[in-house]
């Protein structure tokens, strides 16, 4: 409902009609954007727009700065939905929604993802990210879903429960549909290691 509100109130904002909420600075291998349809590829300086499914073929890797300086990066043979997203820097107001439906993703939160009421979402297949102005890592990583905290706060949440987590290296998993978030424990460095490599360039 407040998704809804905040997002209604910034597009009946002047000039805040545009479909265009970021574009691609960085692309490894291909990547296409695609919203019903109609599929473009993508390439560096291409724009990003509201509602499109974002989609790495193999071995590609893709990053997207949005217009309030949120960055992106997705691992190959990764989707990811922009459902929703909204600035408006004039009012300092926002929302924005992502839906990963497969893939890893590391994200950095722009000005939307700090607003005192944290107005930005990250939705799985098996749980919701409550974003809280931080960057973290996401994806498949020795479970269905693993999500590492790298600044910030965050909150994991599936219908069987939530864990907070709030310290640099925590993270946690969920072993399937239905599960509730392990309690939060301290990435090795392998572990690390591992959950980086699904989203570094090569070059």
Same mark, same amino acid.
Do not use: C, Y
């Given at each position: 409902m407040?998704l809804?509100?905040?997002?209604?109130?910034i597009?009946?904002?002047?000039?805040?009609?545009?479909?265009?909420?970021?574009?691609?600075?960085?692309?490894?291998?291909?990547?296409e954007?695609?919203?019903?349809?109609?599929a473009?590829?993508?390439?560096?300086?291409?724009?990003?727009?509201?509602?499109?499914?974002?989609?790495?073929?193999?071995?590609? %890797?893709?990053? #997207?700065?949005?217009?309030? &300086?949120?960055?992106l990066?997705?691992?190959? +043979?990764?989707?990811?939905? *922009? /459902?929703?997203?909204?600035?408006?820097?004039?009012?300092?107001?926002?929302?924005?929604?992502?839906?990963?439906?497969?893939?890893?993703?590391?994200?950095?939160?722009?000005?939307?993802?700090?607003?005192?009421?944290?107005?930005?979402?990250v939705?799985?297949?098996?749980?919701?990210?409550?974003?809280?102005?931080?960057?973290?890592w996401?994806g498949?990583?020795?479970?269905?879903?693993?999500?590492?905290?790298?600044?910030? %706060?965050?909150? #994991?949440?599936?219908?069987? &429960?939530?864990?907070?987590l709030?310290?640099? +290296?925590?993270?946690t998993? *969920? /072993?399937?549909?239905?599960?509730?978030?392990?309690?939060?424990?301290?990435?090795?460095?392998?572990?690390?290691?591992?959950?980086?490599a699904?989203?570094?360039f090569?070059?």
């Open positions: 407040l809804a509100l905040v997002l209604g109130l597009l009946l904002a002047p000039g805040a009609g545009a479909q265009e909420v970021g574009k691609v600075v960085r692309l490894q291998g291909s990547a954007a695609r919203e019903a349809a109609a473009r590829p993508l390439a560096v300086g291409d724009p990003i727009r509201r509602g499109e499914s974002l989609r790495t073929g193999p071995g590609a %890797r893709l990053l #997207v700065q949005f217009i309030d &300086g949120m960055e990066t997705l691992s190959d +043979g990764a989707e990811m939905a *922009v /459902a929703a997203f909204a600035w408006n820097a004039a009012q300092a107001a926002g929302a924005a929604e992502l839906a990963l439906v497969e893939g890893s993703f590391l994200l950095r939160t722009g000005a939307v993802g700090k607003l005192p009421d944290h107005p930005l979402t939705k799985t297949p098996l749980a919701s990210v409550g974003v809280r102005g931080t960057q973290f996401g498949p990583l020795d479970d269905p879903l693993s999500v590492l905290l790298l600044e910030g %706060r965050i909150v #994991v949440t599936t219908a069987a &429960g939530s864990v907070e709030g310290t640099p +290296g925590e993270g998993s *969920v /072993a399937g549909p239905g599960g509730a978030p392990l309690p939060p424990s301290f990435w090795g460095d392998d572990r690390i290691r591992r959950a980086f699904t989203v570094g090569e070059n």
